[in-house]
């Protein structure tokens, strides 16, 4: 009768602790599709950040620089590090004569990457536009030592 026991008592314990790993194993299940799921979400708006930027630019080929304003501010909205929408929103408010803020954008940009030849032809473009001939020269010609091919840089001397 005692080896009954025993053995009840043994094989109850087992399904306890497959129940308690069948339980552990479900709850880690649980967490890691929420981690899933929020990286999903984080993918989701950095395509949608891509679609915006593809349709200010068609906005900005088309001359619609005000519908292009507010989708490139709705880019830096959803990830404010983007240094393109910054420099294509430099470039709109350039072309609206906004200028002080085009200045803002595209300086930040050229001081945090000094080897994006793109922020250097804006903002020679802003300096241009400022009247501040000497200061814009030096950013264009920096602009083209970066990439020979810059065509904003090309423009604008």
């Not at 308690?20 to 981690?35: E, H, K, M, P, R």
């Not at 068609?58 to 620089?65: P, R």
């Not at 292009?68 to 709705?74: D, F, G």
């Amino acid at each position: 009768m005692k080896y009954k026991c025993f053995l009840l008592d043994i094989f109850q314990v087992l399904f306890h602790i497959k129940r308690l790993i069948i339980l552990s194993l479900i709850c880690l299940l649980l967490g890691t599709s929420n981690v899933f799921a929020a990286g999903g979400i984080q993918q989701t708006a950095a395509g949608d950040a891509r679609q915006l930027l593809k349709q200010a630019k068609k906005l900005t080929d088309k001359g619609e620089f005000a519908e292009a304003e507010k989708v490139l501010r709705r880019v830096i909205e959803i990830n404010p590090l983007d240094a393109k929408a910054k420099l294509n929103l430099a470039y709109v408010l350039v072309k609206q004569r906004q200028l002080l803020e085009a200045y803002n954008f595209s300086i930040e940009i050229a001081k945090a990457e000094s080897a994006n030849s793109y922020a250097f032809a804006v903002l020679g473009t802003t300096l241009l536009s400022f009247g501040n001939f000497r200061d814009a020269r030096i950013s264009l010609i920096n602009a083209l030592r970066i990439n020979k091919k810059e065509s904003l840089a090309w423009a604008s001397l």
